[in-house]
Nanobody
Framework: QVQLLESGGGLVQAGGSLRLSCAVSGTIFSSNAMGWFRQAPGKQRELVASITSGGSTNYADSVKGRFTISRDNAKNTVYLQMNSLKPEDTGVYYC???????????WGQGTQVTVSS
């Protein structure tokens, strides 16, 4: 059974930084691309960053240049470094395995990020 445990969210002022972590148990991590999704209030969940098993990354235009996704394959953990945060980055952040931009597994609890102006 795959479990996803996101952490690292919080309340931060605009321009600040946060680092999110996602610990993954089960076999889904090592051979799959992983992604961070964001669900803003009243909006659909969207993919903001992804990283392949080999380390290639891709970002949504809204976060490009500000967010950095990385993974530690030895620790089955994926990270999201978020800099220059904006109020529109507010939302619940989730990680998941991805295939062609679509989530593969069930969701974890997510971690709340709130950016104040």
């Amino acid at each position: 059974q795959v479990q996803l445990l996101e952490s690292g969210g919080g309340l931060v002022q605009a321009g600040g930084s946060l680092r999110l972590s996602c610990a993954v148990s089960g076999t889904i991590f090592s051979s799959n691309a992983m992604g961070w999704f964001r669900q803003a209030p009243g909006k659909q969940r969207e993919l903001v960053a992804s990283i392949t098993s080999g380390g290639s990354t891709n970002y949504a235009d809204s976060v490009k240049g500000r967010f950095t996704i990385s993974r530690d394959n030895a620790k089955n953990t994926v990270y999201l470094q978020m800099n220059s945060l904006k109020p529109e980055d507010t939302g619940v952040y989730y990680c998941n395995a991805v295939l062609y931009g679509f989530p593969l597994g069930s969701w974890g609890q997510g971690t709340q990020v709130t950016v104040s102006s």
